[in-house]
């Protein structure tokens, strides 16, 4: 329960965050991907707020070795850049610089606007769940 | 470039990226989880129902915020220019496929990925952002008007 209660408060404060930063406002974001346009730096001063503090959250998590409530840690430790990390990351940026919207400031979007959240999540869930097979077939088919 | 020296245009982008990053050091802290959206929802649509509750919660709380920042600044509300209805399916499924086999997305790999200093996050981070922008220029200054 504390585990479910924590996860509830971050992704509120998450909310808030892209709200208040302007990343859930699709032009915005757009107009950081277009530096030759009106280029908006909003991103990029997003990223200098993020990065510094998620860096301490994760150092204080490796120090400690656990999570406080939940135990475990389960960060990911893999190395390799292999193919399905690039492809998906083009695929994803191609996707991202269409509508200016990507996974976390669609789920704001639906409250605010449901039929355009619908439009963008409905698929957007569908490709998640169908990305794992995609990637079991391109192994079996060793591509 | 003013908007780079005008406190009242880039204060609000840097408060609240620091909530952003502020939410993925307590889900580290707290839960031991990395806060990629695209993960977070993945597993909820795929894995097993024991990792669902957080999962879900953290999307609710996604899905509120609206409610909680609205109270503050309706104005803030608003969505903007937004992409037509097809454009918007397609985007959203490229979105979620090259999420699912990239193994993250903004959240994911830009801001938690580069947070933990990874090489993969970094590689495709710079791959996502590469190919975003080459195409908002396909989109806006080949194609478009």
Request: hydrophobic share 55%; glycine share 18%; with cysteine.
């Amino acid at each position: 329960m504390p585990t479910i209660v924590a996860a509830g408060v971050a992704g509120l404060i998450f909310g808030v965050g892209l709200m208040l930063s302007g990343m859930a406002r699709p032009d915005v974001v757009i107009g950081f991907l277009d530096p030759l346009g009106h280029w908006n730096p909003a991103l990029g001063f997003v990223m200098v707020g993020a990065i510094p503090v998620a860096a301490m959250g994760f150092a204080l998590a490796k120090r400690r070795g656990r999570a406080a409530l939940s135990g475990k840690l389960h960060f990911p430790d893999r190395k390799d850049i292999d193919a399905s990390l690039l492809i998906g990351a083009i695929i994803f940026g191609v996707g991202w610089g269409i509508a200016g919207v990507c996974p976390a400031p669609a789920l704001t979007l639906f409250l605010r606007a449901p039929i355009v959240g619908l439009t963008f999540m409905g698929p957007m869930l569908v490709g998640l769940w169908f990305a794992p097979k995609l990637r079991e077939w391109a192994v079996r088919r060793r591509l | 470039m003013d908007k780079l020296f005008d406190p009242g245009l880039f204060l609000p982008p840097l408060i609240g990226g620091g909530l952003i990053g502020l939410a993925a050091a307590l889900m580290a802290v707290l839960n031991g989880r990395v806060t990629g959206v695209s993960g977070i929802l993945a597993g909820a649509v795929s894995g097993s129902s024991a990792d669902r509750g957080w999962r879900l919660a953290f999307a609710a709380g996604l899905l509120g915020a609206p409610i909680l920042y609205g109270a503050f600044d309706p104005s803030g509300l608003a969505i903007g220019d937004i992409a037509s209805p097809p454009l918007l399916a397609l985007a959203g499924a490229l979105v979620g496929v090259g999420a699912g086999l990239g193994s993250g997305c903004t959240s994911g790999h830009g801001v938690c990925g580069l947070a933990r200093g990874s090489g993969r996050s970094l590689a495709a981070t710079v791959a996502f952002m590469t190919a975003a922008g080459l195409t908002v220029f396909i989109l806006r200054h080949v194609i478009g008007g």
